[in-house]
């Protein structure tokens, strides 16, 4: 190849590299629904060595219709069982995480599951390490709209999640 042929390939090869990290950029932001529920970014932290316990998070779950609906069951083979958690900082600014019979969606009521905030779902009993980079289905049962089976990918906390919100004490 001459220099001028590599020259003239260098923005073609350029161009086909940011094309195919758009293709996986938008293969990893991925959507479900079922109903008028729409799930959008299904995903799971790595596990930490040494735990059967893991975390997975819902970038955003929306009930778009004129009808109250709640969240009232998960499950996945990656996992003995799923459980709704919630997470608070007491006065004392200890995280305490409690376990909930589901999640309320008010009509056009929009929320957001991010690690260190609010709720997620515990993964309890992890047939395997959750790796960065793969995926597991999971399984979610609402009241109303019914059951949706979404992929859950694996990946590493943005620095939106627990390192920029309020420093925690956990104890």
């Known amino acids: 190849m001459t220099t001028t042929q590599a020259l003239f390939l260098r923005p073609v090869r350029a161009a086909a590299a940011l094309a195919l990290s758009a293709f996986c950029t938008a293969a990893i932001a991925h959507s479900f629904s079922v109903g008028e529920i729409a799930i959008g970014h ?77 709720m997620h779902l515990m993964l309890v009993g992890l047939k395997a390490p959750l790796k960065e980079g793969t995926s597991f289905s999971m399984t979610l049962q609402f009241e109303r709209a019914g059951t949706v089976e979404v992929t859950v990918v694996v990946q590493a906390p943005k620095a939106e999640g627990a390192a920029a919100s309020a420093p925690m004490h956990m104890h």
């Open 42 to 118: 299904p995903f799971a932290t790595p596990s930490i060595a040494g735990t059967a316990n893991g975390a997975a998070y819902l970038k955003s779950l929306e009930n778009t219709g004129t009808a109250p609906d709640r969240l009232v069951h998960a499950s996945t083979p990656a996992a003995a069982r799923v459980e709704v958690h919630t997470m608070s900082v007491d006065a004392q600014g200890v995280m305490r995480m409690r376990e909930i019979d589901g999640i309320a969606l008010a009509p056009k009521a929009k929320l957001e599951m991010r690690p260190g905030t609010g």
